[in-house]
């Protein structure tokens, strides 16, 4: 790692601890955990299992938004405010600039799913009082591996808004559609489990559909892919294969978009 890529880095994570915005959404991260332990006194029977299923939902609502707003702060408000001419004056690539941008929102992330899943841990295991479940989630290596694969997801949404962030001219582009692309990514694979089952006999819709989405998956990344929850909550272990699999695909994503940002933001002339 160069000099400047890690002073980059530094700047970046100093930046993402500051935002006051930031840590509002960190605060609405803490108040779905609280919801979420809350949540099990609706289930007399689960009530571990109800509060941590709405937990990830709740963390990987709060990851994603982190993601973005970090992005959004430490790349496209950057270049709005003309900031970015101070670090662009230091004699290193604009490559080193983004890659220690994204590096930086990388670090920050895995620091607030660590602080936002331990919060969690313990709302489950305070959910629900003393009774005890006849199929308790597991909160060992399933409930982490879970976490892990949720930071994932929100990276590969940070990389395709790390190059809208680059050419965008409105500020506020990245945010809303990253929003939107991890909205489409986290349903493309429920939707293509539908058609493929048969859309409850709706053979037109299949026919209609099916292509376009199949083209889509081409284009869009599976999210789902990336949602163990299933080990934690009902023991249903995803295998090892679809594991790696899933992995090699966000990871792959994530460089391409890192390419890509990079290329287009060499390019990219200010004014």
């Known amino acids: ?34 919801a979420a332990y809350l949540s099990g006194s609706f289930s007399p029977r ?10 990830f939902s ?4 709060s990851l994603v938004l ?3 707003l970090w992005v959004q702060e430490l790349v496209a408000r950057e270049i709005d405010r003309k900031t970015i ?12 600039f983004l890659v220690g941008r994204i590096a930086a929102v990388l670090g920050l992330s895995c ?11 313990l709302a489950v295991i305070l959910a629900g009082g003393g009774y005890e479940q006849d199929l308790s989630p597991s909160l060992g290596l399933p409930f982490w ?30 945010l809303a559609l990253g929003a939107a692309f991890a909205i489409a990514g986290k349903a493309l694979g429920s939707a293509l489990d539908y058609l493929a089952a048969g859309a409850d006999g709706d053979e037109h819709l299949v026919r209609s559909v099916g292509p376009l989405l199949k083209g889509i998956r081409w284009l869009l990344p599976d999210l789902s892919r990336l ?11 995803p295998s090892v294969e679809n594991v790696a699999w899933s992995l090699v695909m966000a990871a792959s994503y994530i460089g391409l978009t890192i390419l890509v940002a990079t290329r287009l933001f060499q390019r990219r002339e200010f004014s």
């Open 1 to 34: 790692m160069s000099a400047k890529l890690f002073e980059f880095l530094l700047s970046g994570l100093r930046s993402g601890i500051r935002g006051r915005s930031l840590q509002v959404v960190f605060a609405l991260g803490v108040l779905t955990i609280a």
């Open 46 to 55: 689960q009530p571990r299992t109800v509060a941590l299923d709405i937990g």
């Open 58 to 61: 709740g963390l990987r609502f």
């Open 66 to 68: 982190l993601n973005l």
């Open 85 to 96: 001419y101070f670090s662009l004056a230091y004699p290193t690539s604009r490559g080193s």
């Open 111 to 121: 620091v607030a799913a660590i602080i936002l899943g331990l919060l969690l841990l």
């Open 145 to 174: 591996l879970t976490v892990f694969g949720l930071v994932v997801d929100a990276a590969v949404v940070a990389g395709f808004a790390l190059c809208l962030a680059t050419i965008a001219t409105v500020p506020v582009l990245p």
């Open 227 to 237: 949602d163990w929850r299933d080990w934690p909550l009902y023991m249903n272990q």
